[in-house]
């Protein structure tokens, strides 16, 4: 099994906090000097140390500071930066509302060549028809607490979707059997959807398989997880955005990916499959 979704942001906060603690024997610096140099008590000093409290950009300018590294701040400082965004929680992320974050995403979309995505929950948001993100989104606000702006979240999520009619990217997408079955929204909604999906499905450039419920499976169902060429996993869990840029971490997702379409059906079984769950909507 993984490991937990935030133990590569951990991993990193771990690096940064043990260059912070040499810093502080090369400066021949006890934690409780540094700690008054700094304005601080000890037991701050200590649990930003031991990667028990992630340091702020003005913790690291304080620390450099008082072991006399000042050179090397903007350096820790963008590699903490880096950490944070490793794992980002929803209700952090969608504070204002979700639009602002659809919108932040597009970059990576556009400037990614090849993109695998895996879901068994929910369509991929980049395959999303309007109405279906709209009630998805609006469903995710109530839940979180969070603004609602559903509608001008999902028509930017409908911007984003116009990465799949232009040149030089490539999209293979796996979807359990469970995402075509889900009611998100009433039957037109689910049906617009699944004719969609129907249509994609067309595309040169698209991929798109379906693990059947009865398929043999040698890879059990997954949290869903969007591949960016090979620089980044974004995984989604229930509590947070987990975004993966280690190489050997990337490569697991990748292999996991390459698990998991083996098992789906592709073509024409797969738009059976679709067919069938719009003709089970009544």
Not at 173 to 179: A, G, H, I, K, R
Not at 252 to 270: C, I, P, W
Request: charged fraction near 20%; hydrophobic fraction near 45%; include cysteine.
């Amino acid at each position: 099994m993984s490991a937990s979704p935030s133990s590569s942001a951990q991993a990193a906060r771990e690096v940064i906090a043990a260059r912070l603690g040499a810093l502080r024997r090369e400066a021949e610096l006890t934690g409780h000097e540094l700690a008054r140099r700094c304005g601080w008590s000890p037991a701050k000093s200590s649990r930003i140390e031991r990667a028990r409290t992630p340091a702020s950009d003005a913790d690291i300018r304080a620390w450099c500071k008082a072991t006399g590294a000042e050179e090397e701040a903007a350096d820790l400082i963008a590699a903490n930066r880096q950490a944070e965004q490793m794992y980002v929680q929803w209700k952090k992320l969608h504070r204002h509302g979700m639009r602002r974050a659809q919108e932040e995403v597009m970059p990576l979309y556009r400037n990614t060549h090849h993109l695998r995505v895996y879901c068994s929950n929910v369509v991929p948001g980049i395959l999303q028809t309007e109405p279906y993100a709209t009630a998805l989104l609006a469903g995710i606000a109530a839940f979180q607490g969070t603004p609602d702006d559903s509608a001008a979240a999902a028509a930017s999520r409908l911007e984003r979707s116009r990465v799949l009619y232009e040149g030089g990217h490539r999209f293979a997408f796996v979807l359990e059997e469970t995402v075509l079955r889900y009611r998100i929204g009433d039957p037109e909604v689910m049906a617009g959807q699944l004719g969609y999906l129907m249509t994609v499905m067309s595309l040169p450039n698209v991929s798109l398989g379906v693990i059947p419920f009865a398929a043999p499976r040698r890879m059990w169902p997954l949290e869903a997880f969007y591949l960016f060429d090979t620089r980044q996993a974004s995984v989604e869990t229930l509590t947070a955005a987990v975004n993966v840029t280690a190489p050997s971490e990337v490569g697991t997702y990748a292999k996991a990916f390459r698990e998991l379409s083996r098992m789906a059906v592709h073509g024409g079984a797969a738009r059976a499959l679709v067919s069938e769950a719009i003709n089970a909507l009544g």
